[in-house]
T-cell receptor
Framework: DQQVKQNSPSLSVQEGRISILNCDYT??????FLWYKKYPAEGPTFLIS?????DKNEDGRFTVFLNKSAKHLSLHIVPSQPGDSAVYFC????????????FGTGTRLKVLA | DAGVTQSPTHLIKTRGQHVTLRCSPI?????VSWYQQVLGQGPQFIFQ???????GRGNFPDRFSARQFPNYSSELNVNALLLGDSALYLC?????????????FGPGTRLLVL
């Protein structure tokens, strides 16, 4: 049972344009969400997070939007740069039970120069 | 400041053998979590430790065990290795290990079981 889903395995975007990565979840107990970026042969690098009490969080070129009613979050990267090419994972946790993150399967972003 | 460090970076073992993976958290972080990432999937939670106590365990067999030391470093042990244990093993640390804390990942140990 995949509680966190990233339905687009890959995405290609032109340099300078907006990249939008999507993530859906099924567990209504999730209340903290994160995005990580992963390059080959490296561990995931934390990008940005959002608590369920907010619907938007920004950090530089990265913005995460949370739609709790739709159980959907998205990561916007503006403007996209070739160095953003990586695999992006969304993750979620619930403030109860085991203190773990549930990860999606990832979306490979390719930013074309 | 040093991030999360893991050793070794790569490891090749044969079926039935045992393996020990090591992790040092970011200085000041008291919680360590272990994840397994197989190709094409997101990381899957194995264990979380806080102050040397196991706080959570994922859906992994008893062949997987871990511990945390007084200096907050941690070991993940896997016995009776199977081909399916081939994966990237990630360690993550956080200050207190609470659900609304960010976990910071190390570079991982890539294990190949032949």
């Amino acid at each position: 049972d995949q509680q966190v889903k990233q339905n687009s395995p890959s995405l290609s975007v032109q340099e300078g344009r907006i990249s939008i990565l999507n993530c859906d979840y099924t567990n209504s107990m999730f209340d903290y969400f994160l995005w990580y970026k992963k390059y080959p042969a490296e561990g995931p690098t934390f990008l940005i997070s959002i608590s369920s009490i907010k619907d938007k969080n920004e950090d530089g070129r990265f913005t995460v939007f949370l739609n709790k009613s739709a159980k959907h979050l998205s990561l916007h990267i503006v403007p996209s740069q070739p160095g953003d090419s990586a695999v992006y994972f969304c993750a979620a946790s619930a403030n109860s039970g085991t203190y773990k993150y549930i990860f999606g399967t990832g979306t490979r972003l390719k930013v074309l120069a | 400041d040093a991030g999360v460090t893991q050793s070794p970076t790569h490891l090749i073992k044969t079926r039935g053998q045992h393996v020990t993976l090591r992790c040092s958290p970011i200085s000041g972080h008291k919680s360590v979590s272990w994840y397994q990432q197989v190709l094409g999937q997101g990381p899957q939670f194995i264990f979380q430790y806080y102050e040397k106590e196991e706080r959570g365990r994922g859906n992994f067999p008893d062949r997987f065990s871990a511990r945390q030391f007084p200096n907050y470093s941690s070991e993940l042990n896997v016995n009776a290795l199977l081909l399916g244990d081939s994966a990237l093993y990630l360690c993550a640390s956080s200050l207190e290990g609470t659900p609304q804390e960010t976990q910071y990942f190390g570079p991982g140990t890539r294990l190949l079981v032949l």
